[in-house]
């Protein structure tokens, strides 16, 4: 069951040890087709901002209290402080989507644009609001996605559009539209950069979140775009732009590398993906199929390549070991320790991956999570300094969290009824490994497993294997 592992790890966030069996139980030809089904239904709005928030931002019936300026200094701390911690409430809501949904397909490619789109704003509403796009969106049309996030109050905020008028253009949109979202690097020219700006002007939002375009800051004379010239708006150069072939081998250079090998893929491989996505008007399941269907994707050297991100990491223990956190809170310090919180990337290219997830201490603490968990251990983490990465307003010290919870070993006990001791090891591997069997150091493991019985032989075999360095590729 290797490349039904493999689907799922690269997918979704791997197996979930209560359903693995019902899996295993379809043909291969079922899989794929049964992810896409899960993932069909419209995702859920989080909702998690509370109700003093709403009304200072969108008020009833009028203006928002901040759109009209009514609040003290005192109270825009406290609007920030409440905003932070809906901000870590909507981090949580989303690791629990993660982890417990049946759309795992929607849910992995929403962290991938989740990524792409990177945002970084401590206005709950604004990233909620994002979100939604985001996750709605994942599966759907690139355009229609690019233009929802391109009109959200969060990344309008986040790159500064909201001071971009006729009188004063400021670029910064529509550099990172064409860098970051679409062409990428050096496929358009500073002029394409300062006239995108003048059709951007303009483009702007409510308190309430609402895209607004405030037509007397807008720049209605002619623009010159990538070679087209026109009285272009923001929505005439995101048509532009998704006229490029050039935008779609971006994403599917960039999708290609999130879902198949972090080493660049070959021109031939980025042109037939690509020319299919243009082909289709961008739609990101024929994008995803023809990743998914193609024959190298379960190629050997397209398996057990990738490290796991923090976040895929702990949601895809989380899958393996049913468990009821003590604290959930701690998950915060988890990914802060690990390089990865969610809704604070670390600039606007967003979380750079592969190799970066790994350096010596985030190895050792990604090592002993499993065993942390079974012994409910106590953890830290210092505050990092970066403050570009921190945006000058997070903790600057964190108490210590108790990564501990009720781990329900029952269906992990029942996944193994039937296999022999001599083999419960090489299968909970199977299971956990997404490398091969030959490589399992089964003198080391039996070393530090419990055999004084079969339940205790499950236990730890499965936190002993959790805790190998191959767990953390997939």
């Known amino acids: 069951m290797q490349k039904l592992q493999h689907l799922f790890w690269r997918v979704g966030f791997g197996p979930r040890t209560k359903s693995w069996e019902k899996w295993t139980a379809l043909s291969e030809e079922a899989w794929w087709p049964k992810l896409k089904d899960d993932s069909k239904p419209e995702p859920v709005y989080f909702d998690v901002a509370d109700s003093a928030i709403k009304g200072l931002f969108m008020g ?21 402080e409440k905003s932070r911690e809906n901000i870590r409430s909507l981090n949580l809501h989303w690791l629990e989507e993660m982890t417990h949904s049946k759309s795992q397909l929607r849910e992995k490619i929403a962290l991938f644009w989740h990524g792409h789109f990177a945002s970084r704003n401590l206005n ?46 400021n670029e910064n949109f529509a550099r990172e539209v064409m860098e970051l979202f679409t062409l990428g690097r050096g496929h358009y020219s500073e002029h394409d950069i300062k006239e995108a700006a003048r059709a951007f002007t303009g483009w702007g939002f409510r308190m309430s979140g609402d895209f607004v375009f405030r037509k007397f800051q807008h720049d209605a004379d002619e623009k010159t775009v990538l070679g087209k010239t026109g009285k272009y708006d923001g ?15 971006f994403i599917a250079r960039k999708m290609y590398r999130f879902l198949v090998n972090d080493r660049p893929p070959t021109d031939d491989r980025v042109r037939w993906l690509g020319d299919r996505f243009y082909d289709s008007g961008y739609e990101i399941m024929r994008l995803l199929d023809d990743i998914v269907r193609s024959d190298w994707f379960y190629a050997p050297e397209n398996t057990g390549n990738l490290i796991k991100s923090p976040v895929q990491l702990w949601v895809g223990i989380r899958r393996a070991l049913p468990l009821e956190l003590d604290n959930p809170d701690a998950q915060l310090l988890l990914q802060r320790a690990l390089g990865q919180v969610l809704f604070y990337p670390p600039n606007v290219a967003g979380w750079p991956g592969g190799h970066n997830w790994i350096d010596s201490s985030s190895l050792m603490l990604r090592l002993r999570i499993p065993q942390m968990l079974y012994d409910r251990s106590d953890f830290a983490v210092n505050a990092k300094s970066d403050d570009d990465q921190q945006m000058g307003r997070m903790e600057k010290s964190i108490p210590r969290r108790r990564l501990a919870g009720d781990i329900d070993w029952q269906p992990v006990s029942a996944l193994f009824n039937g296999v022999s001791e001599q083999e419960i090891i090489p299968r909970i591997a199977d299971y956990l490994w997404t490398g091969s069997r030959k490589d399992l150091p089964l003198d080391v493991l039996k070393k530090h497993t419990d055999p004084r019985s079969r339940d205790a032989l499950v236990k730890t075999a499965m936190l002993q294997i959790m805790a190998t360095p191959e767990y953390q590729m997939c």
């Open 60 to 80: 009833v019936g009028e203006l928002g209290k901040m759109e009209r300026g009514d609040l003290s200094k005192a109270d825009k701390k406290e609007v920030r």
């Open 124 to 169: 709950v509403l604004y990233q909620q609001q994002l979100l939604h796009v985001i996750r709605k969106g994942a599966l759907g049309n690139f355009g229609d996605l690019l233009r929802g996030v391109s009109k959200s109050a969060a990344m309008l905020a986040f790159l500064n559009n909201q001071q971009n008028k006729k009188q004063h253009p």
């Open 235 to 249: 929505d005439d150069v995101l048509n532009i732009l998704l006229e490029q072939r050039q935008t779609a081998y």
